[in-house]
Nanobody, 117 residues
Framework: QVHLVESGGGSVQAGGSLRLSCAAS????????MGWFRQAPGKEREAVAT???????TYADSVKGRFTVSQDNAENTLYLQMSSLKPEDTAMYYC???????????WGQGTQVTVSS
């Protein structure tokens, strides 16, 4: 079992920055891959960035060059540094964990990010 708690969301003006954090606890093997997803009202959930023990980090095309995913293994925390934020980045952001990039089975409750123009 894995427990994920996100924090760091908030409201910011376009061009601003935020850093999201995801505190993870539980079975280490089940956290071989971790990632950030987002869902805006009326839209499907999309993968924003993933970080797995093996393989490169991945990013959605819409956030490449602006967002950076990182992990602090000592603190069991996943981060998402978001810069040059745009109104279209407004969404609920979720942290997820799983065995592979195609198998995220554990989800946090989400943290809201709102970007105003």
């Amino acid at each position: 079992q894995v427990h994920l708690v996100e924090s760091g969301g908030g409201s910011v003006q376009a061009g601003g920055s935020l850093r999201l954090s995801c505190a993870a606890s539980g079975d280490n093997l089940s956290r071989s891959c971790m990632g950030w997803f987002r869902q805006a009202p009326g839209k499907e959930r999309e993968a924003v960035a993933t970080s797995c023990r093996y393989g490169p980090k991945t990013y959605a095309d819409s956030v490449k060059g602006r967002f950076t995913v990182s992990q602090d293994n000592a603190e069991n925390t996943l981060y998402l540094q978001m810069s040059s934020l745009k109104p279209e980045d407004t969404a609920m952001y979720y942290c997820a964990a799983g065995w592979t990039r195609s198998n995220f089975v554990y989800w946090g409750q989400g943290t809201q990010v709102t970007v105003s123009s």
